[in-house]
């Protein structure tokens, strides 16, 4: 399984300091102590400041990539910030992403025609994110097409059936995990942005753990998580065998994600509770 590491990230607080500061030795380390922790990619969001998106991608692509051997995950949602980040990547890079809607999808795949990428597809179309994963499967088909068509590689393409918080969307994390069997099932390669399920919940190392061992059951052929976290680490080695929670935390946050707890209810209890460890 191939891994991106999401430290990197502006709504982290330290990571959005360090960028307006120019802070290159954090960021350094930041990317240095995800690759030791075995990520194959780093993923870059530099979404600080919209007017300085492109510039700070751009310093900070050349920052990494002139201090360590870093393949990088180009995040954004400006199609002109990732066609500057790619005339100065080295390397092949992921780009992280493209969507079906109408208008962005034909100027993604004029900035991508002919270049040598790996491509993450959201399955997002006019009317936004689907909610049923057979929804979610034909736009990753369309995608696919498309993708294909410009000259990417089906290898080099990752539909990501979007991971959305179970805080707000209970259903929606297993209609994810349904979206990742059927796509695997029509030899779609899948990624996904694990970390986002647990958005307004307590304890959410144990939520993302077990949401990641649960993707890897599922057939998840990528995911972008943070690598540097132990009990991550240990979903990776062995999935659910070696979780470093009890059984009954393991079964509530399965619960949590799999729609069957209500508003949470029972895993939030618990938390207040002291139980989940
Ligand atoms: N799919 C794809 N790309 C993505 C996502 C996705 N990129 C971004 C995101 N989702 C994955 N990366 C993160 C990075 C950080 C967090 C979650 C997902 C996170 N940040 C805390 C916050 O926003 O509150 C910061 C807390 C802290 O300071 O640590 O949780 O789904 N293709």
């Known amino acids: 399984m191939l891994i991106i590491g999401e430290r990197i990230n502006s709504s982290r607080k330290p990571v959005a300091r360090a960028i307006v500061r120019k802070d290159e030795k954090f960021l350094i380390e930041q990317a240095r102590l995800q690759i030791e922790s075995g990520a194959h990619f780093i993923?870059?969001?530099?979404a600080v400041s919209l007017e300085k998106e492109k510039?700070?991608?751009i310093w900070l692509i050349k920052t990494l990539q002139d201090n360590l051997r870093a393949p990088i995950c180009i995040d954004s949602p400006n199609p002109e910030a990732i066609?500057?980040?790619l005339k100065i990547h080295k390397g092949k890079p992921f780009v992280n992403s493209i969507t079906a809607e109408t208008g962005k999808l034909k100027i993604m795949l004029g900035i991508l025609k002919g270049k040598d990428a790996f491509a993450i597809g959201l399955t997002i179309d006019d009317s936004g994110i689907p909610r049923t994963s057979k929804r979610r499967v034909k736009i990753a088909n369309d995608l696919v097409n498309f993708l294909k068509q410009d000259g990417i590689e089906s290898d080099?393409?990752?539909i990501d059936p979007l991971v959305k918080p179970i805080s707000s969307e209970p259903d929606q994390?297993?209609?994810f995990l349904e979206a990742v069997r059927m796509l695997k099932q029509s030899g779609i390669k899948t990624i996904g942005g694990l970390s986002n399920v647990s958005y307004g919940l307590p304890a959410r190392r144990i939520l993302n753990a077990v949401f990641l061992s649960l993707a890897i059951e599922a057939g998840i052929d990528a995911v972008i998580i943070d690598p540097v976290d132990e009990v991550v680490q240990s979903a990776i080695k062995a999935g659910d065998k070696s979780?470093?929670?009890q059984e009954e935390s393991f079964k509530l946050a399965k619960q949590a994600l799999l729609g069957e707890d209500a508003?949470?209810?029972d895993y939030i209890r618990a938390f207040r509770e002291e139980?989940?460890?």
């Not at 993923?43 to 530099?46: G, K």
């Open 275 to 277: 139980r989940l460890i």
């Open 83 to 85: 066609e500057s980040a």
């Open 43 to 46: 993923d870059i969001n530099c």
């Open 173 to 175: 994390a297993k209609s």
């Open 156 to 158: 080099d393409i990752y």
């Open 55 to 57: 510039e700070d991608l």
């Open 263 to 265: 508003y949470c209810k």
């Open 243 to 245: 979780l470093p929670f």
